[in-house]
């Protein structure tokens, strides 16, 4: 397996190197240069566990990892962390299915990559002889600086900080970070806004003078967002997991293709769908569910993505994003490899522009997907419907992928076994879901709300936030928005030097 970027031609790079330096060069994302394919049976894989499937999809996108280091990760990765043995549990409502990847430490999809990414991050290091200490930084709207803290906690030859706006995040993600345990683990709070926070981060990365002063110290910068190849990989495994699901339990014969509907922001979630399907997965369609923040659906009706237009915040607050990174790698795919279109089209997209089309033929490629969206209100009637009807509680991202679900069986009378990928347990969102269940608006204090949707559903809260009010509070700096350079210095104990 080799990889490369989207943007450029030449270079072609291993899976540690690719994870290892994150985005390449000129801007563009790795990608593989082709894809491995499926080559077991699927009746053969039906016994397989969840660490097993890892291993398996692991192996073929990362070869150049050997079999010990690949086990290991996995070990480490997804153990009694996640409250469900099943890891990523598939649940049936109605003729439904709920592939629930939430069980992690922070309540949301982002621990299925980040509880094994330091790992692939630390052993690529290692691999590839880089032997300074790997300081990851972070600038957080609430749901990634937690699931990067969990990931990295305790993780040897790692350090990482997390800056979060003072008063852009909820209660709960405020104390999900500041009670974070791990003497490897920073949380600081500035005073401004996410896009400060955002600013800091990408100035501190940028700055080669301070690279150079973390070098002599043995430290280097690395990030673990979501276009990092080390994240992707790892969240097709849940796909092929979910098929075997299904599998196991017959409710589909092998071979059979399925719809997977899936709640998307930065489109990386249903790209290792998309990979998944070019592994040779079955899969019928792949239906992508936006919030009113709908880039993507109109993108992928009319071959134009257009970002001029108004950000809204809405309740399902993961998926408020007009730039989904990830749609480059499917933009690379669909246009047959042609990396001068791509720079073209990035370019026009970064430009005043703002937006940019697609060939017919690109267009044409396109039809593995479907696209929709809903709005605030349809996603809290949403989470109504299905609780009245199953009994079941779901979040406001996957109530969204619920309503466009319906919409696309009512256009298409497609009869295909679907699975709603849900992202976050209803206990993260607590109030949205509250508000939809009730249809009222509550107003009391976010602990207060999760113990009162724990009386009205019967639903046990999740560990990882039980006792939260109650945890040692283990993080207490601030800072103001221009300080973000020298905390980073005093957290690492860099010396002052000219
Ligand atoms: C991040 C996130 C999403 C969006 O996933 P992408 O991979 O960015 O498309 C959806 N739901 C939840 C709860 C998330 O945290």
Known sequence: MKYKSTRGNDEYITSAEAILKGLSKDKGLFVPVEFP???IDFSEMVHMNYKEVAFYVLKKFLDDFSDEELKDA?????????????????????????????HGKTLAFKDMALSILPHLLTKAAKKLGEDKKIVI????SGDTGKAALEGFANV????????????????????????????????????GNFDDAQRGVKEIFNDDKFAEIMADCDYVFSSANSINIGRLVPQVVYYVYSYIQLLRRGAIKVGERINFVVPTGNFGNILAGYYAKRMGLPINKLICASNENNVLSDFLSTGVYDVNRKFTLTKSPSMDILISSNLERLLYEISNHDEGLIRTMMKQLESEEKQYKITPNMQKNLSDFYGGFATDDETLITIKKVYDSSNYVIDTHTAVAYNVYEQYKKET????????VS??????????VLDGLMDKNYEENEFEMIRLLSK???LDIPK??????????????ECEKQEMKTVVKDILHIEKRK
Request: no cysteine; aromatic share 10%.
């Open 37 to 39: 394919v499926i080559d």
């Open 74 to 102: 996995i070990e480490k990765a997804y153990d009694n962390k996640f409250e469900a043995e099943e890891i990523a549990p598939l649940v049936e409502k109605n003729g439904i299915y709920f592939l629930e990847l939430y």
């Open 137 to 140: 930084l972070a600038a957080t």
């Open 156 to 191: 040897k030859d790692t350090e990482v900080i997390v800056f979060y706006p003072v008063n852009g995040v909820s209660e709960i993600q405020r104390r999900q970070m500041i009670t974070q345990e791990g003497n490897n683990t920073h949380v600081v709070a500035i005073n």
């Open 413 to 420: 009378k497609d009869k295909t076994k679907t699975v709603i």
């Open 423 to 432: 992202t976050a347990s209803p206990y993260k969102f607590t109030k949205s």
């Open 456 to 458: 009205i559903t019967g």
């Open 464 to 477: 990882p936030i039980k006792h939260i009010d109650q945890k040692p509070i283990l993080h207490f700096t």
